[in-house]
């Protein structure tokens, strides 16, 4: 099963694109985790590219700013291009197929 569940903050605000019959969101998600190494606090950042097709888009849209806290469930999704200097780029992105704010626990 491909299943995804992260909870963090949007990096940015969500950017569409606009299709003759569907719409793409994307916007990135940092993760962070937190351990003790040493008995010093430390904390790492993750960054995620999120994307999101159709209603889901239109939702991400509506509901996506940076800053927001954010839970995303969806699916891994790998795929690759060649760039302009011809070389191929390897792309990790989670599908979205819910997402809905999250009040911070304290």
């Not at 097709?53 to 699916?75: D, N, P, R, T, Y």
């Amino acid at each position: 099963m491909n299943t995804v569940t992260l909870v963090g903050n949007a990096g940015g605000n969500v950017e569409v694109l606009k299709f003759d019959k569907s719409k793409k969101a994307s916007f990135s998600l940092a993760t962070n985790e937190r351990f003790k190494q040493n008995n010093e606090e430390k904390t790492v950042t993750s960054w995620h590219n999120i994307i999101a097709w159709g209603k889901m888009a239109e939702q991400c849209e509506a509901l996506i700013s940076k800053g927001k806290f954010v839970k995303v469930e969806g699916k891994l999704v790998y795929r690759n291009y060649m760039n302009k200097d011809n070389q191929k780029v390897y792309v990790t992105e989670i599908q979205a197929y819910k997402v809905e704010e999250v009040n911070r626990q304290a």
